[in-house]
């Protein structure tokens, strides 16, 4: 994985992106800056690779990861996609080329989807 910028350069006064976020793939935009809420928050992401292979669930490998990105609407995002249901769990990826996951949403909560920090890029 690159190595991370840090969080006062990511994150604003206010919490919120500082930067657009990007695929790291393929570099499609996922977030215009200021669109989403700084968050830390363990969920756990299966391992990255195309969107048919992560909606089988069948896959335990994958990271525990913390640092977020909160949007509280789909429709705030510039360029995602959803795997099918895993369980309660929809998983972020990107539209473009359909690498992920980039993040979590649980079907319980309507009104939060999660991007991992260390699975998007930044411009």
């Not at 490998?61 to 913390?66: I, V």
Request: glycine share 8%; hydrophobic share 40%.
């Amino acid at each position: 994985m690159e190595q991370a910028e840090p969080l006062n350069e990511l994150v604003s006064a206010e919490g919120r992106n500082r930067k657009a976020v990007l695929c790291q793939r393929c570099g499609s935009r996922v977030l215009q800056p200021g669109t989403a809420l700084f968050s830390r928050r363990q969920l756990f992401l299966p391992s990255m690779r195309k969107k048919p292979a992560l909606a089988d669930g069948s896959n335990p490998d994958g990271d525990l990861l913390q640092e977020h990105w909160l949007v509280n609407d789909m429709f705030i995002f510039e360029n995602v996609g959803f795997t099918k249901d895993v369980g309660n769990i929809k998983f972020l990826v990107c539209a473009d080329c359909e690498i992920g996951p980039i993040g979590w949403h649980c079907l319980d909560d309507k009104n939060s989807f999660y991007v991992a920090l260390e699975r998007v890029s930044h411009e």
